[in-house]
Nanobody
Framework: QVQLVESGGGLVQAGGSLRLSCTAS????????MGWYRQAPGRQRELVAT???????NYADSVKARFTVSRDNAKNTVYLQMNSLKSEDTALYYC??????????????WGQGTQVTVSS
């Protein structure tokens, strides 16, 4: 089993900042990609940002230049620094991690989600 625990969500005014954290634990040999997705009410889950173990990043166009994803490989932790938040960023944010278990089998795990609400 691989568990992901998120923290850092909350209520913030438009233009403000929040930092999300997510730590993976359990039967982990290596983590190839970690990242964040979000789902707003009535909408499908969408990619926000991902980062590989070597530091390559990928962002949704809607968050480029406002959000920064980073990672601490030694701690199996991924962060999402969100600046200049907009009301349309309001969503449930999910952490994701994909990699290999100690037995060599792959995993793709999701966190429970942390709510981000931006008031205008």
């Amino acid at each position: 089993q691989v568990q992901l625990v998120e923290s850092g969500g909350g209520l913030v005014q438009a233009g403000g900042s929040l930092r999300l954290s997510c730590t993976a634990s359990g039967n982990i040999f290596s983590i190839r990609t970690m990242g964040w997705y979000r789902q707003a009410p009535g909408r499908q889950r969408e990619l926000v940002a991902t980062i590989t173990s070597s530091g390559s990043t990928n962002y949704a166009d809607s968050v480029k230049a406002r959000f920064t994803v980073s990672r601490d490989n030694a701690k199996n932790t991924v962060y999402l620094q969100m600046n200049s938040l907009k009301s349309e960023d309001t969503a449930l944010y999910y952490c994701n991690a994909a990699g290999l278990r100690r037995n060599g089998l792959s995993f793709n795990a999701w966190g429970q989600g942390t709510q981000v609400t931006v008031s205008s």
